[in-house]
């Protein structure tokens, strides 16, 4: 009876997690704009692999597949916030993202500071 829900419950983790990677996909490909995209490729994503990793994890019960998917996880949460980032600033820098004007722009005054390179 406990393999059974296990195999359920394990089931329904990765079947979640997949939708949400799938849910991703797509919005990869549908948003209008780049910064809308880029938030695609981190958030849904990184919930669809840890529910897939936890359903490995009940599906699998062995400490192994528990340390390999903290450390799947622990690479994700470090990497795509800080790669969504940097991928932001380049679309900003190189001005990609003119068709949808910002109503504020924020960073406009940081970028003419820090590149005086004196300080001031």
């Known amino acids: ?7 359920w419950t394990g ?3 990765l079947l ?4 949400f990677t799938l849910i991703a996909a797509i919005g990869l490909v549908r948003l209008p704009d780049l910064y809308s995209r880029t938030h695609a490729a981190t958030k849904p994503q ?3 692999l840890t529910l897939v990793c936890a359903g490995i994890c009940v599906e699998m ?3 192994h597949w528990v340390v390999l998917s903290m450390v799947i996880l622990g690479l994700q949460v470090v990497t795509a916030p800080v790669g969504s980032h940097l991928v ?3 679309i900003y820098r190189t001005g990609r993202d003119v068709d949808p004007p ?6 406009s005054g940081d970028l003419d ?3 005086l390179g004196d300080g001031s």
């Open 46 to 48: 990184l919930l669809g």
């Open 113 to 115: 500071t820090s590149s």
């Open 16 to 19: 979640l997690g997949v939708s």
């Open 88 to 90: 932001g600033r380049a």
């Open 1 to 7: 009876m406990t393999d059974a829900i296990a195999q």
């Open 61 to 63: 019960w062995d400490w």
């Open 102 to 107: 910002m109503v504020v722009d924020e960073l």
């Open 11 to 13: 089931a329904i983790l």
